[in-house]
């Protein structure tokens, strides 16, 4: 699907869409319990349903928000994580919990994404894997997971991490999992362990070390997914550059890393407030400075905070930036393509990223999304101050995570033509 955008600021009030990394925690969980849980206000988005469909491969059930979960039994047929790396990457540990040879699939640049922490641990722990390609998918595995010690990167994707944190604390010895490089994306730890505490897992965090004790068992629960800042980042900014945005359902004292957003916005010197008595934050539109911003812990926030930066005063210097390489595109390169086709001073140096703000973009042009949702989304928040229409092509990419993104685009006063 290919959209024009005419310019025009965005203004109103958005709802903003669940979260789509507690999601995959709850859907996940609740599956691990023996009993049924109620999770509502789930994600629709591709993503979710690439961890469902993997989740009814071992026999779970779902019926509208209730999950009927504890069974475990994998039904045999190759499970399609379809683009998501976190639904490949929670469910393999999952899988070695199983005796049977379990395969794994993808589509896009999932098969390129890398496994190779899983793979180091499987060849340590004597574990049966196979590539059938060139890529990493195809990939079948095959357990027994059993307890011990664990190490691992933790500077490729915290992603790793979570998946044994899931998986360990069901089998019958106790666990010890070392870190070895420093963690990044630390928030989506914490987000797991704050998950596994609410279903009765308990995990001892210990500087790099998580001590695990083996035999647990999740409980069900009656839930409610959050509402999600990674994706309230674009409406944030949406209205920084615009007129003022409204957002409602978000909670102000989240453990969601990105909601690191709000303090950016504060040192840039942008004004946002949260009412209390609303449940509101509103959003001032008005001038931005640069400043140095570590994506470290928050990769997925890097391209929304370049376009930030692209119209923010003097320069913004981005660190830590290469993590943005290995996600659902080369990120960072599809940014600099970006920034630079709209007139943008973009320059990359080993790990630092620097952009020179202004304050118009080059409109009449047609953009590629890269098959990434959050590219795509952030091409159609820059439009809003381009000086001319704006093509996407790909725009149907944020059915990935925000299959309503344009609709709300639209009823915040966007103007959109598909073709």
Known sequence: MNITIHPKPLTGSVSVVSSKSLSHRYLIAAALAKGTSTIDNVLDSLDISATQKALKSFGIAF?????????WAYDGKVIDCDESGSTLRFMIPLALLSNEKVTFDGKGRLPERTLEVYFNMMDHKQLHYKRFGEHNLPLEVQGPLRGGYYFLRGDISSQFLSGFLFALPLVAK????????????????????????????????????YYIRGGQSYNPQNLIVEADYSQAAFWMVASLIGKQINLFNL?????????????IIKEMEGEILYDEMEKMYQITP??????????????????ILMVL???????????????????????????VQTLTKFGVQITVEDDTVTIIGQQTLKGNQT?????????????????????????????????KSYPDFFKVYEALGGDIHES
């Open 309 to 335: 930066a692209a119209l923010s005063e003097y320069k913004t210097t981005f660190l830590n930036a290469s993590r943005l390489r290995i996600k659902e595109s080369d990120r960072l390169e599809a940014m």
């Open 63 to 71: 019926d509208q928000n209730q999950v009927i979960g504890g069974k």
């Open 251 to 263: 909670n102000p004292i989240s453990k969601q890393g990105d909601a690191k957003i709000l303090d």
């Open 286 to 303: 008005g001038k931005t400075y640069g400043t140095t911003i570590d994506l470290s812990q928050i990769p997925d926030l890097g391209p």
């Open 174 to 209: 106790d666990s010890v999992i070392e870190v070895l490089t420093p963690l990044e994306s630390k928030g989506y730890v914490g987000l797991t362990l704050g998950v596994l505490k609410q279903f009765g897992i308990h995990v001892i965090e210990a500087d790099q070390f």
């Open 367 to 399: 953009f590629d999304a890269y098959n990434d949702h959050r590219i795509a989304m952030a091409i159609a928040i820059a439009a809003i101050r381009a000086d001319g229409p704006v093509t996407i092509i790909g725009a149907e990419s944020v059915n």
